[in-house]
């Protein structure tokens, strides 16, 4: 069931009802169906990875790997996803990468309307882990399997440090 069903459902029950409530298929309990957008602002701490910041204000993109398993993680965790532990240590992702698939995004979040369309895209970087990023570059001339820099870049307009995928 899709949510052009539960919103017709919603519909219907605002006709009959006045009131945008719905059934759950599984459980039947009662569900309220809001149709707004909603403008989420919000705080987290990142305490334990805050050296992967620190990495982008030094023009790096960082990863963890635990020093007991090895495993590789990015985005970087501070307890392995493998084995648990929370001995990881810091280490620079390599610079290139190969293009896995990519994305022309046309259809944009709320958050990101202000943008032209953009590409987003997956590489596999030589430590054994993915990375999605913004593609920057022409998406007429991308092609899987291309080779592809990671850069620290400061997105406009919002301001801020990132990383995106280059070709070459």
Known sequence: MGEEDIESRAED???????????????????WFDQRE?????????ERTKRFYDGLAEGRVLATRCARCGEVSFPPQSF???????????IQLSDEGELL??????????????????????????????????????????????KVRLAVVRREPEDYLTYELRPG
């Open 13 to 31: 029950s605002k006709r009959t009802m006045g009131l945008p409530l719905v059934k759950d298929q599984r459980t039947g309990s009662a569900e």
């Open 38 to 46: 909603l403008d989420l602002r919000y705080v987290i701490s990142v």
């Open 101 to 146: 698939t990519y994305t022309v995004i046309n259809v944009k979040p709320t958050s990101f309307s202000n943008h032209a369309d953009y590409t987003v895209g997956i590489a596999r970087m030589p430590e054994g882990v993915n990375v999605l990023a913004w593609v920057n570059g022409d998406p007429g001339k991308l092609r899987v399997g291309m």
């Open 80 to 90: 392995c996803s493998r084995c648990g532990s929370g001995d990881v240590e810091w």
